[in-house]
C-alpha cells in the first residue's frame, strides 16, 4: 500500500504561519523575550549594592577593597543560535491518530519561525539511524523552508536498525561549539547510555528536551488478538490486549520506562516538554514561554502537555 503524499514544506509553514504564529502574537501579546533570550552577557558597570539585586552578582574583589558590597551590571547579548536536534528514526512515524514526526515537523517550524523571524539562527541536525545531515545555522524564512524540506524529502529509515542517542548526543556534542539553545525532540526509545552525553550537552549548552510520545504507547485499550510490529527492527508479535493482565504490566512497563527518562532529564538540569500527538501546538509554544520564564529565574521545570 503506497504512503500518502508528504505536504509541501511551504504549504506547512504558511499553514502554521496563518493558524499558529498569529494566534500566538495574540496570546503573548508581541513579547517574545523569555523565549529568545541571549546567552551572552558584557559588563556594563559596577554599582553599590542595593536591597533586592541579586548576590550573585556581588563583586568580592571590589567589595573587600572598598568596604562596602557592590555589585555587576550586564548588558545582555540577545543574539540566540538555536539548535534543533531532531530524531527521525522509524519509531518516530507512529502514531494514534497524528503521527510523532508529523508533530515534531510543526513544533520545529513554528520555532524555528519565531526565532528566525526576530533575528536569531536556526541550524538542524538530522538522526536517522545515523547522523544523517548537519544543516548549518542561519537566519531568514528561506532558511526554515530549507530545514523542513530537508526533514520531509529524507528517505525512510531502513528497519534493523534501533535509535542511538548516545551517539547522536556525542556527535551533538562536537558539533555544535558556541554555546547554544538545544532542542532534542525525539521519544527518547533508545538503548541506555545516553544519559551521560545529555549531561555533558547540558553543561555547554541550554538544552530543552522536547519529548514526542502517543497516548497508546502509555496504556494500551482492550482491542482482543492484534499484532505488534516494532518500527525500528521490524519484529512482529500476537498478543491478546483482551488479556487485563498484560495491559496492566504493559501499563507498568511504560510508566517504569517513563521515570527512567523523567531521572534522566532531572540529573543533566535538563527542561522537558512533553508533547504529545494530541496536543495543541499553540498551547504547547505557550507552556515553552512559561518554562523559558522559570528558567531565566533560576526555577528549571518539567512541562507536561496533554
Aim: glycine share 8%.
Amino acid at each position: 500500500m503506497s504512503s500518502s503524499p508528504r505536504p509541501r514544506p511551504e504549504a506547512v509553514l504558511r499553514r502554521l504561519e496563518w493558524t499558529v504564529i498569529r494566534r500566538l502574537d495574540g496570546l503573548l501579546h508581541g513579547d517574545y523575550r523569555t523565549l529568545f533570550r541571549g546567552f551572552g552577557l558584557d559588563l556594563a558597570d559596577i554599582r553599590e549594592y542595593q536591597y533586592g539585586d541579586d548576590v550573585r552578582r556581588i563583586d568580592w574583589n571590589v567589595t573587600a577593597r572598598l568596604q562596602a558590597p557592590y555589585v555587576r551590571e550586564y548588558h545582555e547579548d540577545r543574539d540566540v543560535t538555536a539548535w534543533f536536534l531532531l530524531d527521525l528514526s522509524r519509531s518516530v512515524d507512529f502514531g494514534s491518530q497524528v503521527k510523532k514526526g508529523s508533530v515534531s515537523r510543526d513544533f520545529v517550524a513554528v520555532l524555528a519561525r519565531l526565532l528566525t523571524g526576530h533575528g536569531n539562527r536556526v541550524g538542524a541536525m538530522l538522526y536517522g539511524d545515523d547522523v544523517e545531515e548537519v544543516i548549518p545555522a542561519r537566519n531568514g524564512r528561506r532558511h526554515v523552508l530549507h530545514l523542513l524540506h530537508r526533514m520531509s524529502e529524507r528517505p525512510q529509515t531502513p528497519e534493523g536498525r534501533g535509535t542511538d542517542l548516545q551517539a547522536f548526543l556525542g556527535t551533538a556534542m562536537r558539533t555544535i561549539r558556541r554555546r547554544s539553545l538545544v532542542f532534542i525532540v525525539s521519544d527518547f526509545i533508545s538503548p541506555a547510555g545516553w544519559e551521560k552525553p545529555l549531561l555533558q550537552l547540558a553543561q555547554r549548552h541550554e538544552v530543552i528536551a522536547v519529548r514526542l510520545h502517543d497516548p497508546l504507547e502509555a496504556e494500551l485499550p482492550d482491542l482482543g488478538l492484534v499484532v505488534f510490529q516494532d518500527a525500528e527492527t521490524g519484529e512482529q508479535l500476537f498478543v491478546d490486549t483482551h488479556d487485563r493482565g498484560f495491559r496492566e504490566r504493559f501499563a507498568a512497563e511504560a510508566e517504569r520506562r517513563e521515570a527512567g527518562i523523567r531521572h534522566a532529564f532531572a540529573r543533566a538540569g535538563v527542561d522537558a516538554l512533553e508533547l504529545s500527538t494530541d496536543a495543541d501546538i499553540v498551547d504547547t509554544v505557550v507552556r515553552f514561554a512559561a518554562l523559558r520564564k522559570r528558567r531565566a529565574g533560576g526555577r528549571p521545570n518539567d512541562l507536561r502537555v496533554a
